[in-house]
């Protein structure tokens, strides 16, 4: 018979994770991560320039 399947309790899963070593990010992990960085400034930017040029506050 078939021992039931019960999950990890705490301790096993942290000395588990613990003996896991870390693994550096690829290149193609790390262009991802600064492309997607880069993206989110300008269009940041293209955010807030849009909405002080056709949404200004008022300037009175």
Same mark, same amino acid.
């Given at each position: 018979?078939?021992?039931?399947?019960?999950?990890?309790?705490?301790?096993?899963?942290?000395?588990?994770?613990?003996?896991?070593?870390?693994?550096?990010?690829?290149?193609?992990?790390? !262009?991802?991560?600064?492309?997607?960085?880069?993206?989110?400034?300008?269009?940041?930017?293209?955010?807030? !320039?849009?909405?002080?040029?056709?949404?200004?506050?008022?300037?009175?």
């Amino acid at each position: 018979m078939e021992k039931p399947n019960v999950p990890p309790t705490d301790a096993e899963m942290a000395r588990e994770l613990s003996r896991v070593e870390a693994e550096p990010l690829l290149p193609a992990e790390k !262009w991802l991560i600064g492309g997607s960085l880069a993206l989110g400034a300008v269009l940041l930017g293209l955010l807030l !320039w849009v909405s002080r040029t056709y949404f200004p506050v008022g300037s009175n």
